[in-house]
């Protein structure tokens, strides 16, 4: 039964006072009660004859069940109470009326569904009062767990035809399902509205409001909503029938993403020069020596299709030219379209089938046609996908890192054994660490550099970040060390190297940490799915800070800009290095510390900017690590004009 007539409005109840007729109607009962009774008797002739012959009533009993029973053989089946002392009349609600002329649901079960929401309507008046505001919101909650229940029962008991019973019940469930949601969003900001009731007692005419608590500003992403992609392909360039110049060999070299860069502008240069492309075979001698083929990363038939209308590209080469010996070939760096139509087409014409035996770099970052950049954009971001098997486990990874709702950072902490002999960087290594990766330097032989003054390398910036660093940085930029860490890297070499890290942020994770065994398996032994795995979770991740520029490090960097500027953060580790040394000597405090590191990248975070020509393409700006502009377009720009730019780097 309900009960919430003694919180309607003003507080009053309507039991006692005012007019004892009112309340003499039936026996005694209160106003409610006479409406549920005078229905009970409306369709029981015995109780009306006595209760109009019985003692008690008197002619005002009489009257009133008169009236009720005129009313009841009405057109409109209407039913009304007279209270004496205030010439009320109650008429019920036209839903009410319809439920109790069906009669397939009990009376009793309408009628106290009636009461209980003109109970609601006291209750809200009581919400506009501010008046016991936290046990009114309560009882409404109460109030709408009996309406649901109601509704659900009315439903069941809805009946029908045995051929319409599917479809009722399908309609049923519907709205059932409505029915909780509902309650259940009523729920939660209820509970949310008694909780700020409670808090704020003393201040009852505030305005009550769910808070909505804004992205936090080492979590957002630089302002760039004036760009987008723009790597449509042009009408004037798609494919035509035209015989094919050749076939294109490639040996795709490096680790993972230097082929996939190198393959992208292979695939310009089959546009450039006519030429059919056959799919690349990958560097199985580099430092991981990955087996893995083109087919085991990449997933080869999207790639075909995607570029069907750009080049052709086909599995292998005819049968016809399959016993030929290709013509050997290692194109220049750096080079420019003229140089592939003028001393590289002429070859392929005459040999028909060309081997090219590197793919790092072979192509300019600038001053190529506008197509051309489109194409490379298309090739990279576009066509190279990984395989269904990568891309999966990949996004499994990133939800397993965001299970409760939090951002996290993809830290790409390039200090690895490799790198480190490669820079001939040993900060906060051991002397035998030290001289193991000097023998290794002196053992590579393309690396030409070999004696290398690591302490003035790190004061010029060389080095990638110690792991000590890294969380110094990290720790200054302002993320918590509840912070989510994702080590976008391999191996980190140097005993008890990340012991620094893990105690400023104790929540570190890896592929290795964060996928099972099972998972795992298929991985293991091939560095460069490895790879694949972390290229996905550093793109998906809130927020990717790299130690040093490498060729994932760009490629990255340059996926995020072409996806929305996600925020990327890019240290000045020259700078960097001279304000640790300072804190670590004493002259700085953590406070001056930290501020000067805020400081310092505060346009530092992946924002757009143009990408310029230098005056020697080694130094400039790689295409990938930066497709703006090329793949990148502003709503801004007008023909003939410049282009406005942030300058958030």
């Known amino acids: 039964m309900c009960v919430f007539r003694a919180m309607s409005s003003g507080g009053a109840t309507t039991n006692s006072g005012a007019n004892n007729n009112a309340t003499q109607i039936l026996g005694g009962a209160s106003v409610t009660h006479h409406r549920r009774r005078v229905a009970e008797q409306m369709n029981d002739p015995e109780k009306l004859d006595k209760s109009a012959g019985g003692g008690g009533g008197g002619a005002a009993d009489q009257a009133a069940v008169q009236i009720a029973l005129d009313h009841s053989k009405s057109d409109v089946n209407e039913e009304a109470l007279f209270n004496n002392g205030n010439n009320m009349i109650y008429q019920h609600h036209p839903v009410v009326r319809y439920f109790l002329s069906r009669k397939r649901v009990p009376e009793n079960w309408v009628l106290c569904v009636e009461e209980c929401l003109l109970s609601a309507c006291g209750a809200l008046g009581s919400l506009a009062s501010r008046k016991n505001i936290g046990r009114t919101v309560f009882m409404c909650l109460i109030l709408m767990v009996v309406v649901s229940a109601f509704l659900k029962f009315s439903f069941l008991m809805g009946g ?29 900001n209820a509970h949310s509205a008694v909780f700020d009731s409670e808090s704020s007692s003393g201040a009852a005419g505030q305005k009550r409001q769910m808070k909505e608590f804004p992205v936090p500003e080492i979590w957002m992403k630089p302002n760039s909503d004036n760009y987008y992609q723009c790597i449509a392909r042009p009408r004037n360039r798609i494919r035509t029938k035209a015989a094919t110049n050749g076939y294109i060999l490639v040996h795709a070299n490096g680790g993972l993403n230097q082929m996939r860069t190198g393959i992208c502008d292979m695939v310009a240069v089959a ?44 599995e292998k080469l005819p049968s016809k030219y399959a016993s030929k010996n290709p013509l050997i070939k290692a194109p220049v760096s750096w080079s420019k379209a003229s140089y592939y139509r003028g001393e590289i087409l002429p070859l392929l014409k ?8 590197h793919t790092d770099s072979r192509l300019a970052n600038n001053g190529l046609a506008s197509s051309i950049q489109k194409l490379r954009c298309r090739a990279n971001y576009k066509a190279l996908r990984y395989t269904p098997e990568i891309e999966d486990l990949g996004k499994k990874l990133v939800e397993r890192l965001r299970d409760e709702g939090e951002p996290f950072i993809a830290l790409h902490l390039r200090y690895e054994k490799d790198m480190l002999a490669f820079t001939g960087c040993d900060h906060n290594l051991t002397k035998y660490e030290a001289e193991e990766l000097r023998v290794m330097r002196y053992n590579v032989k393309h690396w030409k550099e070999k004696e290398i003054d690591s302490k003035e390398k ?42 620094a890290l893990g105690a400023e942020y104790p929540n570190v994770y890896s592929h290795s940490t964060l996928a099972t065994e099972e998972e795992l398996e298929p991985f293991k032994q ?15 991740s809130d927020a990717f800070v790299y130690t040093y520029d490498g060729n994932m490090a760009k490629a990255v960097q340059g996926h995020r800009r072409f996806e929305g500027f996600r925020r990327t953060i890019n240290p000045d580790r020259l700078e960097f290095v001279k304000l640790i040394d300072s804190l670590d000597s004493g002259s700085i405090s953590w406070e001056e510390f930290a501020s000067e590191v805020k400081g310092l990248h505060s346009e530092r975070l992946g924002g757009p900017y143009l990408r310029q020509p230098g005056q020697l393409p080694r130094l400039e700006e790689n295409f990938y690590a930066n497709p703006f502009p090329g793949c990148v377009c502003n709503k801004d720009q007008r023909p003939g004009g410049s282009t406005s730019a942030a300058s958030q780097r």
Not at 479 to 492: D, H, L, N, Q, R
């Open 526 to 540: 091939y560095q460069n799915r490895l790879a694949a795995l972390d290229y996905i979770i550093a793109l998906e």
């Open 350 to 357: 005459k040999h028909k089938v060309i081997k090219f035996t």
């Open 458 to 499: 790190r004061l010029q910036g060389g080095c990638p970040m110690s792991p000590r660093e890294a969380a110094l940085f990290l720790k200054a930029m302002g993320y918590p060390s509840s912070t989510k860490i994702y080590i976008v890297a391999g191996e980190i070499y140097g005993n008890n190297s990340m012991a």
């Open 271 to 314: 546009k450039i020069m006519n030429a059919t492309l056959v799919l690349p075979s990958l560097d199985h001698d580099s430092f991981w020596t990955d087996p893995s083929n083109f087919k085991d990363i990449f997933d080869w038939r999207h790639f075909i299709e995607v570029l069907k209308q750009d080049i052709e590209i086909v």
């Open 160 to 188: 029908g035809a045995a051929v319409e019973a599917g479809a009722k019940i399908a309609r049923m469930e519907n709205q059932i399902l409505f029915i909780q949601n509902f309650k259940n969003n009523l729920l939660s």
